[in-house]
């Protein structure tokens, strides 16, 4: 899987930043500019959305770990019980 670039995100929002003003500055707008816009807040939300899920698999990925160490030592705990138990017998 492959990543959102982050400084890559906020040099392309630096750009529309600036294209901002400038275009402000001549006065013009066209259709161009209306999907500049559109597909830049559609971006920012994609962005968004990206890091909210990224830090939800981040979490995840911690709550497996301690879950499988956990269970990992109830396993091999229980196992040396029963091969104790059974070098009694």
């Keep these: 899987m492959r990543g959102i670039?982050?400084?890559e995100h906020r040099k392309l929002i630096q750009i529309?930043?600036?294209y901002k003003y400038?275009?402000?500055a001549v006065k013009t707008a066209s259709e161009d500019?209306?999907?500049?816009?559109?597909n830049m807040e559609e971006l920012d939300v994609l962005?968004?959305?990206f890091k909210t899920l990224l830090l939800e698999l981040q979490r995840c990925v911690k709550d497996y770990e301690v879950k499988k160490r956990s269970t990992q030592s109830i396993i091999h705990k229980k196992l040396r019980?029963?091969?104790n138990d059974g070098d009694k017998k």
């Design 5 to 7: 670039d982050n400084i």
């Design 16 to 18: 529309f930043e600036k």
């Design 22 to 24: 400038e275009s402000v």
């Design 33 to 38: 500019d209306l999907k500049i816009y559109e």
């Design 47 to 49: 962005y968004t959305c």
């Design 81 to 83: 019980r029963i091969k």
